[in-house]
């Protein structure tokens, strides 16, 4: 046994606690409030905090996939240059106010409790017309706290409330550096995803103009405010579409641009116990033998993008970093739900996949890192049953089976729709159902013991994030 079930119903939905107490409740009261296009009411507090978040410069992180793994490198660097920064991510699993983090560590309870007591009493005058969502009070918070540290700088996740509507954060900061991570473009009638992991697939756009110049005004809406004259652009390697429409942003706004591949990369890279050795080009020099406990040549892509970042922000790209520092400060970067092994006897493995491109990249990395004779999957997936789809033929390739459990959250498909899309994809007798995660936890473990000794044996949960955090709390001691 796990011991899954013996900890069950311990854990908040996201796996860990909401913050302090009154600000918890704040949050709850939220959650179901949508988020008002263009930010206003959270534009309105802040104004009448007299703008906190213009207080210190801003790293500001945007794109699809790899923001908060991006994040996390660049706040491991600035803290082994002894930078005093402030972080906002989007893991749905760590928790509200887990997602904020300060001096390279989570932001502690009395601070973040000292911050909202403080937001408190404004509340009422820009609620008239109604509520804050959720996003938005955790992040004007998260920006008081940094404001009243203070930070030397902040580093902000944009755009990660999940709207595409909504644009991102960009332009409520005094950000002089931008890193734009791979950006998905789907193809026509969401068929198909490109991003940086097969590029040759910007041709499924090909044939129906009408929805690339659509997906090419989706992805300007996500991530064009981060692109400015006054902003040194980390620009990750994108599929050709994306690629075209974020440099013709950074052309018209006369933003300077750092290209992958061009300016900065990966130069090589081969596996080590617990992550795997790397060499970077950055823009001021060559690192070699950089430590990065984390798998997979994604999370190498997503630490070249960070320490570009890093060098941008700390003397324009013009010198290398000290050598020594550099290596500290990436052998530290949070490895939190990111192929993070939590158990042994069966190994199991944690890794948020949300979209086809996470999960494909998930499958390099674990046929690159692990050599497991079964795997079995526990998976829990928040969309439609296209995605669930497209996700588990991803994931197909090194489960011999899967588990199908519920969601923690509205937006999770239903566990009997999973299942008949799971059995689509694997055939029924590779399927099993279970509706509480501590049993399909537990089931995973039971058929993988059964079809493998146990050195050989694993369980990979995987898919939503909220699950993913659940899973965590559940089976870390």
Do not use: C, N
Request: hydrophobic fraction near 55%; glycine fraction near 12%; proline fraction near 4%.
């Amino acid at each position: 046994m796990t011991g899954a079930s013996a900890k069950a119903g311990t854990t908040s939905a996201f796996g860990d606690a909401a913050g302090p107490p009154r600000f918890a409740a704040a949050y709850a009261q939220r959650a179901a409030v949508a988020v008002l296009p263009g930010l206003a009411r959270l534009r309105r507090l802040l104004d009448l905090l007299g703008q906190p978040q213009r207080a210190f410069p801003s790293i500001v992180v945007a794109g699809s996939v790899g923001k908060s793994s991006t994040v996390a490198a660049i706040t491991a660097l600035l803290d082994a240059f002894g930078i005093r920064a402030g972080s906002l991510r989007s893991p749905g699993w760590l928790g509200s106010a887990q997602r904020v983090g300060l001096a390279g560590a989570e932001i502690s309870p009395e601070v973040f409790g000292a911050a909202y007591d403080d937001l408190a009493p404004y509340l009422p005058l820009i609620e008239s017309d109604g509520p804050l969502s959720a996003f938005e009070l955790l992040t004007a918070v998260a920006f008081a706290a940094f404001a009243d540290a203070p930070v030397d700088l902040a580093v902000v996740e944009s755009g990660w409330d999940g709207s595409s509507e909504l644009g991102d954060l960009a332009d409520l900061l005094d950000a002089p550096v931008a890193a734009i991570t791979p950006v998905i473009v789907a193809g026509a009638g969401g068929a198909a995803e490109v991003s940086l992991f097969d590029p040759a697939d910007a041709a499924v756009l090909a044939g129906d103009p009408g929805a690339a110049e659509a997906e090419l005004d989706r992805i300007l809406a996500r991530t064009g405010s981060a692109i400015r004259a006054d902003t040194l652009v980390v620009l990750a390697q994108q599929a050709l579409p994306a690629a075209q429409a974020l440099l013709r942003r950074a052309a018209g706004t006369g933003a300077t641009v750092a290209r992958e591949g061009m300016e900065f990369g990966v130069v090589g890279r081969r596996v080590a116990v617990g992550g795997q050795m790397i060499t970077l080009k950055g823009l001021g020099g060559t690192y070699d033998e950089l430590f990065l406990p984390l798998h997979g040549a994604h999370q190498a892509h997503d630490a070249a993008v960070a320490l570009a970042a890093v060098e941008a922000f700390l003397g324009g790209g013009r010198s290398a970093l000290d050598l020594d520092v550099v290596r500290t400060g990436l052998a530290q970067v949070d490895t939190r739900g990111r192929l993070e092994v939590v158990r042994r006897s069966p190994t199991i493995v944690l890794d948020v996949a949300q979209d086809a491109v996470a999960a494909a990249a998930l499958v390099a990395a674990l046929e690159e890192a692990f050599t497991f004779e079964v795997l079995v999957g526990v998976v829990a997936i928040d969309g439609d049953e296209a995605l669930a789809a497209r996700i588990l033929a991803a994931l197909e390739p090194v489960l011999g089976t899967v588990v199908v459990t519920t969601g923690a959250t509205a937006a999770a498909l239903g566990v009997d729709d999973l299942a008949a899309v799971a059995a689509g994809v694997f055939g029924a007798d590779r399927v099993e159902v279970a509706a509480r995660l501590d049993d399909a936890i537990d089931d995973a473990v039971r058929l993988a013991e059964e079809d493998a000794d146990l050195g050989g044996a694993g369980v990979l949960v995987t898919g939503s994030a909220p699950v993913v955090g659940r899973a965590r709390a559940l089976l870390r001691p």
